[in-house]
């Protein structure tokens, strides 16, 4: 065995999801494993998590975590060696994992710093003969994490910050300081303080040994002020500790050989098959290509833009489906647009992993517009079921999409379509340029064959997290 890491973060598949992070932090585990890495995961005991608690078994008691008597209990359950933290003051609730029925929980801050406080007790002190080599925080809520370490002065256990998403930066009002356990020495611009509050995210870039992002072009774009969202110059500061590691995709779940209606790429026979049972299942006859969205209806993935462009890609002969839920303003924008274009546009309002499943393979092209992307998954899924990713150069859907430039396009490596900037215009251009390549059935084949070849997979992802925890520890 190379090492023990301790992964740190809100959310985890398949337990609570709500983005790319928990897809992530689900996979991890395997994958480190396949590299000789002992990995487990911190989550709190949401209450839908509570049900794992009973088999099992308690390994440490806090008496008083933040106002409560917390608990960590450890277990494997469905594959991952997984330590809950059982508090139920912070997490026993109704709702999603940082919001109830009114809104955005009041004690956010709490809630995270605990998590990341018994992470480092835990790092700190080993639990069960268990002692961690390194400490891996996910994103703001376990931004703390390697903050406390150092605020203790432990050393000997290594720690990563991941960012994957710095637009969540875990701010609380400076009176807050001592409830969350931090040391007013370090409340200052090279500390964690941040415009006169406190942002824990700032807290892990500045302490942590390593700071990661999911992918080589965010890790340029968040040292750039359009992309740090205030956090640039903290991170260039660190430039010579950050690396951008891109993520994986889960190649057994998100497989076309394995859906109901299976295909491959040496047998395309049956994604017609599950194109037309998609447009009979939403009412559609599209001639031209039928794109899909799954996505968080939000700016960050440049929803808005849709209703400027998908009136001409429809005059055009395309179609769309759209799978998300967000803003309330986009849900209706995109609403509207389906009653605008009946047989031609659907939406379906919600989050549905099995629908998901079946656009993946029933369409032609999925479109990811977005303003930025630290990775994204879903033009990954796009590549693996030769479902052309129609995405804006950003992030890392710049690092995982060849456009079909004549060049490519000439030199057989094409593997789908990208545009900059993240506007109307160019996104328009990019669908013309869709509905052309669609046209040319001996290009999109072959573009397609390109796109399922193409390695999402986890294999060389887990080696380079694998090399730089080696680094760590030396
Ligand atoms: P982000 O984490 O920023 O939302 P990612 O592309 O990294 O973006 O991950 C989003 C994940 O959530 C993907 O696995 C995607 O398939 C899934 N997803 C998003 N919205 C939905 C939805 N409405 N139904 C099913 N899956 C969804
Ligand atoms: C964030 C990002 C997304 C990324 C995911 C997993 O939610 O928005 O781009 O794929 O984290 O790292």
């Given amino acids: 065995m190379q090492g023990r890491v301790l992964s740190v973060a809100s959310e985890c598949v398949p337990f609570i999801k709500t983005g790319g992070l928990a897809d992530v932090v689900g996979a991890l585990p395997a994958a480190m494993a396949t590299q000789g890495w002992d990995m487990r995961v911190l989550l709190p005991a949401y209450r839908p998590l509570r049900k794992y608690l009973a088999d099992m078994e308690p390994v440490w008691t806090e008496h008083d975590l933040f106002g409560g008597a917390a608990t960590v209990y450890f277990g494997l359950q469905d594959g991952v060696s997984l330590m809950l933290l059982d508090a139920p003051h912070l997490y026993d609730r109704e709702g999603g994992p ?182 009979q299942e939403f009412g559609l006859t599209v001639p031209g290509p039928l794109a899909i969205v799954v996505s968080r209806l939000t700016d960050q993935k440049g929803i808005d833009l849709l209703p400027d462009v998908i009136p001409d890609f429809v005059a055009a002969g395309g179609g769309l489906i759209v799978l998300g839920s967000g803003d309330f303003a986009l849900e209706g924008a995109v609403q509207a647009l389906a009653d ?81 900037p993240t506007d109307a215009l160019a996104f328009g251009q990019a669908l013309a340029q869709l509905v052309g390549l669609y046209a040319d059935q001996k290009l999109w084949v072959n573009t397609q064959k390109n796109a399922m070849k193409h390695p999402v997979g986890w294999e060389t992802s887990a080696a380079a997290y694998a090399a730089l925890y080696q680094r760590l520890i030396g």
């Fill in 98 to 279: 940082y919001s109830g029925p009114y809104g955005d929980f009041w004690d956010n801050p709490q809630r995270f710093a605990a998590l990341s406080w018994m992470a480092a007790r835990l790092a700190q002190e080993g639990v069960g003969g268990w002692r961690p080599d390194v400490v891996h925080a996910h994103d703001w809520q376990a931004g703390l994490t390697p903050a406390y370490l150092r605020y203790a002065g432990v050393w000997d256990v290594k720690s990563v910050m991941t960012v994957h998403n710095i637009a969540f930066q875990g701010w609380a009002d400076a009176g807050l300081l001592q409830t969350l356990r931090l040391p007013v020495s370090e409340f200052h611009p090279g500390g964690f303080e941040y415009y006169g509050n406190l942002s824990s995210l700032k807290a892990g870039l500045v302490t942590a040994d390593w700071i990661t992002t999911v992918s080589p072009t965010y890790a340029r774009e968040l040292m750039r002020p359009e992309f740090g969202m205030g956090l640039q110059g903290v991170i260039a500061a660190r430039a010579a500790q950050v690396s951008g590691i891109l993520n994986g995709v889960d190649t057994d779940v998100w497989s076309p050989g394995r859906e109901e209606i299976s295909y491959g790429p040496g047998k395309m026979a049956g994604k017609a098959k599950a194109r037309e049972a998609l447009c």
């Fill in 340 to 420: 605008a274009h009946p047989g031609r546009v659907a939406v379906k309002i919600g989050y549905s992993e099995p629908l998901s499943h079946r656009m993946f393979s029933g369409a032609d092209a999925v479109l990811v517009p977005s303003r930025f992307e630290p990775c994204g998954l879903t033009q990954m899924y796009g590549l693996r079921y030769g479902t052309l990713p129609v995405v804006a150069s950003t992030g890392g859907l710049a690092d995982t999409v060849i456009h079909a430039s004549p060049a490519a396009l000439a030199a057989g490596v094409a593997t789908g379509i990208s545009f900059h």
